[in-house]
Structure formats: structure tokens, C-alpha cells
């Protein structure tokens, strides 16, 4: 048990800080033999901050870290200043960067980001369409009133206002519905897809952002309704000249593209992400147990043997890096060439546990040989293009002579060679990576990696739980499956992909609305013509037909626009995955006949209901 004092309160961080925590510590006290320690060392687990001037070359600082750190880390234990990368990380841009070392909270691809507002700017377009289209659809049917308003002395104006006023009204109402609907499910929406980003409904760039939307939909909706008012026609003119609706014919085709583009969007990213989910990754990562140990002692060994006798444990073994974990980076110098590689540290039997294969060991004990590296079969092909076999499996790499004795590593020991595996997201290509594989003397890992039978997770988990309160008195019980954590590697796809298939359904509902209003107009303009068709002895399914085929035409236009504009940005997307599924032609094709048959669908629901009228209704109509 260990005592503090509470010597103040901090005010939390903003919700969207990289940093979090509960309690700060000093780093005098207990806790200062520790920090000394890591300190004292050329690798310390904590995060240094530099501000810095705005002129400065990023670059030319990172090239320059080492020639700035000689002096004070130059006799520091730890691995050669040669073989660690320098890198700075801004801030400002940190969660947009995936992979970072110490990094606790989730990040968002800023693909992935610049997607859901193009997503955004799309359904938004979507909406202002339909309103135009139902506004014009409106328009024309009320024509014969507007002209008699235009002969009794009414302008241009009066209409636009007309127009205006009742746009404002439903775009008022439509702005008030989704600010509640975002107020009911804020909180809903920040747990389950924004990483606890919430809007902040008192922040007045907030409310200058709706008020200036407001205004420019309901000016741009009103203005593309009206444009027939720009005509200049005398009301004879107007009176004579047939119905018709020409603006809203490109404004649906638009539609019909942005909801093709949409499904076949989505479509891609649940291939893409059922992909990854059937990818082999070289090694088995089902049912392992990652229990995180509070010390660092050797009483993880003695964990481990207590493990080993719980039944429904197939195996287990200390790490402390494991596959999707933060790994850290080196280079191997040898020869007068530079090996760069990412490696983490575990025992034997952690690989056993993880099932990844072996190629083949070099050292004459086997599986048993420690204080060396397991090295990839990528980073084993790499080395051999310089050195020969012999050379690798006996750690016999040439030292420049104008190295001096201890710069760089050289005395690099391959205790053997491990099939390739993915030891990051399938974002990344496999890379030279290693495990070194230390003297358990020498170092203690901080994790338990432990296989389970499924069948028996819920009580081998309470009896690890018993067993480390025996053996960790009065520490908290922390584990996680690994593939949980494999699947975090994802959270910024499977977000996009919820938001795809919310927005897709949306859109077709969006759109399907205004197919209903057009379609309803277009029936009732040509009900003469279905009359006359009718009498003459043509058949519901002809008629149906007749009055379908013009919507088809428009999702065929509609098709052979968004299919290579969809296939570009797929294309955009799937660079972010170094191993991804092939674009197939049938996503696009798929999209179409999705989109197609909505279309048939909701346009026969009111085609239906003319084609089957009495004939003489339909020409007494007229």
C-alpha cells in the first residue's frame, strides 16, 4: 500500500486533448528511484514536448537530434544513438495519425474524414434537390392560379416572395426537427461513432454555422424553384405553352448519381472491410487473453506456471509488445549499410502462444536460446542480399572501420527466422520486424499473452483473476482479448461504414420522396394521353411500361456518370490499405440495378394506381 498526499485539484483537459488521466504524480517520492532510472537511459517512456519557432525546418531538427543528444546520452545504457529514429509528431495533427507510440485516445484517418464531409455535402445536395424538384413539381401544378395572379396585376416579385415564404417555413421547420433529433441523440452519437465529440449547441460558431445554412439553402432552394420566372413571356405566352418540368429533369438525374455513387460506396467498404476480417494473418489471434501484469518483477514467471495448470489454458507467454501494440523502431548498421526494422520484446513461448511460424532457428539450443532477435522472413531476404547465410545465423556482419568500437548495432544475434506476419493493421505493408528475445533475468515483460479454450473464457477468466490476486495482492485485474484490440485498428472504417449505410439509406429515402412528387406530377400530366392509350386498347402493363421507361432512361444517364466518378474515389480509399480487396465491376453494376429498382418501385406504386383508371375518368380530367 502505498500513501500520497492530496496536494491540489487540476482542472480536466478539454475533451479533445490527446492526454488523459485521473491523478498526477511526482515524480519525487516513490516514484523518484524509477524516473531517475529512466532518466539515466537512452530510452524514456515519456512524452517530451517543443515548442518551436515558426520558421524551423522540421527536417533539418530531426537530422540534427543526434549530433544534440551525443553529449548527454553518449555513455547512457540503452541501444546506440545510431539505431533510433528520430521523429516529431504535431500536435495539432495528432489525431489524425494513427500508429503513435503512447498514444491513448482513438484517431480518425483524415481520409476517412474528408469522405464523411464529402458524404455530407452530398446528402445535403441531395435534400436541396428533392426540394427543388417537389417546389417545381408544386409550381406546376398551380399554374393556372399563378396566371390569374399575373393578370390581375401580381409581379414577378410577388410570386418570388411567395415561393420564398414557403421555403423559409418547411426549411424552418425541417432546421428545428434536426436540431432537436441531434440534441435527443448527441450524446448516443458521440459514444458510438464520434469518439466523445460532442456539439456544443451554446458555442456561437455553432450557431453562425446553422443560421448562415439556413439562410443560403432556403435563398438557393427558393431561387432554382423560381427560375421560370425569368423568362420573359407574356401571360398569353405562359398560358399556351405546355406543362413541363425540364429543370428538374437534371436535378433527378444528379440525384440518381449521387445515390448509385453512394451504394456502390458502401458496398466497397463492406467488401473491403470483410476482407480484412477473412484475411490470414499469419498467426492465430482467436481467443488470446492479453492480461496486463502491474509490476514489472519476476513474479510474472511464477504467474505464468500457475497459468499453465488452470484447465482450458492452451498456452501462455510474457510480452511486452504484441502484434497491433505500440512497437518501437531501430536500425541495424553493419557493412556500411542501414537495416531499418520495428521490433518488440517477448519470450519464446508468447510466439508459441500466438502460433507464429518458424522458419528456422540458428542457434544450436532452439527454441530455448535467448539474448537474441527473431527476424521475419521480409527482413531475413533484405539481409541476405548483402550477407550471406552463414553470416546472418552466426551474427558474423562486417564493422566499418571508420565505426567506432560501439556506434551502431553490429553485434546483431539472429537467434532464428519467423514466417512473415501482419504485426500492424492491414494499412501497412510487412517490413523488416523483429522479436528480441530476452535472458529472463534480464528483463521482465508487462503482459500475459494467454490462449483460452472459448468453450471455458468466462471461468478461466475468474480463475486468472483469483490467481493474480494471490499472486499481485491489491492490484486491479486488467485484461482485454487481442482481438479486440486487432479490431480497434479499424474503428475509423467501421465508423465510415456505419455513417456509409446510414447516409445510403437516407439518400434513397430522400430521394425516393421526391420520385414520389415527380412522378405523381408526370402521371397527372399525361392522364389525356393515358386515356386516349387506354381506349385504344392498351393494357395496365403497357401503360406502366410507357410511363417507367422515362425514369430508366434517367438512372441509365445517372449510371454512366457516377460509375467512373465512383470508381475514382474508391481508388482514393483503398490506398489506405497496403492489402486490400480488388475493385470489382459488379459493385458498380450492383449499385445501379439497387438504385434502378427503387426507382421501378416507387414510380409503379403511383403508375399503377393511373394505368388502372376508367378511361372516361381520365379523359373527363381533362
Given amino acids: 500500500m502505498i500513501s500520497f498526499y492530496i496536494t491540489g485539484i487540476v482542472e480536466p483537459l478539454p475533451e479533445n486533448s490527446h492526454i488523459r488521466y485521473e491523478m498526477l504524480l511526482s515524480q519525487k517520492g516513490h516514484f523518484g528511484p524509477t524516473v531517475d532510472i529512466l532518466k539515466s537511459r537512452k530510452v524514456f517512456g515519456g512524452l517530451i514536448y517543443l515548442k518551436l519557432f515558426p520558421s524551423t525546418n522540421i527536417s533539418e531538427l530531426e537530422t540534427s537530434f543526434q549530433t544534440k543528444l551525443t553529449p548527454y546520452l553518449e ?37 476517412s474524414l474528408h469522405i464523411l464531409l464529402l458524404v455530407g455535402l452530398i446528402m445535403l445536395a441531395i435534400a436541396i ?68 465529440w460532442t456539439i456544443s449547441f451554446q458555442d456561437s460558431a455553432f450557431l453562425i454555422f446553422v443560421f448562415s445554412l439556413f439562410v443560403v439553402i432556403t435563398l438557393l432552394i427558393s431561387v432554382m424553384s423560381s427560375a421560370y420566372l425569368l423568362k420573359n413571356e407574356t401571360i398569353l405566352r405562359e398560358a399556351t405553352r405546355p406543362k413541363g418540368i425540364k429543370l428538374a429533369v437534371p436535378l433527378v438525374v444528379f440525384q440518381f448519381i449521387m445515390v448509385i455513387g453512394l451504394v456502390g460506396f458502401a458496398l466497397l467498404i463492406n467488401k473491403q472491410m470483410n476482407f480484412v476480417a477473412d484475411k490470414d494473418l499469419g498467426y492465430t489471434s482467436e481467443n488470446v487473453l492479453i492480461v496486463k501484469v502491474p509490476q514489472q518483477n519476476a513474479k510474472i514467471y511464477d504467474f505464468r506456471a500457475e497459468l499453465l495448470n488452470i484447465p482450458g489454458i492452451i498456452n501462455a507467454g510474457t510480452a511486452h509488445h504484441y502484434p497491433g501494440y505500440r512497437l518501437q523502431d531501430m536500425n541495424f548498421t553493419s557493412g556500411g549499410y542501414t537495416f531499418p526494422f520495428k521490433f518488440g520484446f517477448l519470450d519464446t513461448d508468447a510466439t508459441e502462444t500466438l502460433n507464429t511460424g518458424i522458419v528456422e532457428y540458428f542457434a544450436a539450443s532452439g527454441r530455448d536460446a535467448t539474448d537474441g532477435w527473431l527476424i521475419n522472413s521480409t527482413f531475413y ?106 479490431n480497434q485498428e479499424y474503428a475509423s472504417e467501421k465508423t465510415l461504414l456505419q455513417l456509409i449505410n446510414i447516409f445510403s439509406v437516407l439518400a434513397i429515402l430522400i430521394a425516393g420522396m421526391g420520385l414520389v412528387g415527380l412522378s405523381i406530377f408526370m402521371t397527372e400530366k399525361r ?60 459493385i458498380f453494376v450492383l449499385s445501379g440495378i439497387i438504385t434502378l429498382c427503387i426507382v421501378v418501385i416507387t414510380v409503379s406504386w403511383q403508375t399503377f394506381k393511373v394505368a388502372r383508371r376508367n378511361p372516361v375518368e381520365a379523359l373527363r380530367y381533362e
Fill in 75 to 111: 555513455d547512457a545504457p540503452g541501444p546506440p544513438l545510431d539505431a533510433i529514429n528520430h521523429k516529431l509528431q504535431a500536435v495539432y495533427d495528432i489525431h489524425f495519425t494513427p500508429g503513435l507510440n503512447n498514444e491513448a485516445q482513438p484517431t480518425i484517418r483524415r481520409s
Fill in 129 to 196: 434537390m428533392n426540394s427543388v424538384i417537389i417546389h417545381i413539381a408544386r409550381i406546376n401544378f398551380n399554374r393556372i392560379p399563378t396566371l390569374i395572379i399575373r393578370f390581375h396585376g401580381g409581379t414577378k416579385l410577388h410570386l418570388f416572395v411567395q415561393t420564398f415564404i414557403e421555403v423559409f417555413i418547411s426549411a424552418a421547420i425541417a432546421f428545428a426537427i434536426a436540431i432537436f433529433l441531434l440534441l435527443v441523440f448527441n450524446d448516443t452519437l458521440a459514444h458510438n461513432l464520434f469518439v466523445n
Fill in 381 to 486: 531476404n533484405q539481409l541476405r542480399e548483402r550477407f550471406t547465410h552463414e553470416q546472418i545465423a552466426t551474427g558474423d556482419f562486417p564493422v566499418d572501420e571508420s565505426q567506432a568500437e560501439g556506434e551502431g548495432i553490429t553485434h546483431f544475434v539472429v537467434l532464428g527466422v519467423m514466417k512473415d506476419f501482419h504485426y500492424a493493421s492491414l494499412h501497412s505493408e510487412i517490413e523488416n520486424f523483429a522479436f528480441f528475445i530476452p535472458r529472463p533475468e534480464d528483463r521482465f515483460n508487462r503482459f500475459m499473452l494467454v490462449r483460452i479454450q472459448q468453450s471455458k473464457s468466462r471461468e478461466v477468466i475468474s480463475i486468472i483473476e483469483k490467481k493474480m490476486a494471490e499472486i499481485y495482492p491489491g492490484q486491479p485485474f486488467s485484461y482485454s482479448f487481442l482481438q479486440t484490440e486487432l
Fill in 527 to 586: 392522364t389525356k394521353e393515358i386515356g386516349i392509350r387506354k381506349v385504344n386498347g392498351a393494357s395496365v402493363h403497357e401503360i406502366m411500361q410507357m410511363l417507367n421507361l422515362v425514369f430508366i432512361r434517367w438512372v441509365g444517364i445517372a449510371f454512366i456518370v457516377a460509375t467512373p466518378v465512383s470508381w475514382y474515389v474508391a481508388e482514393i480509399w483503398l490506398h489506405n490499405f497496403a492489402y486490400k480487396t480488388r475493385l470489382s465491376w459488379w
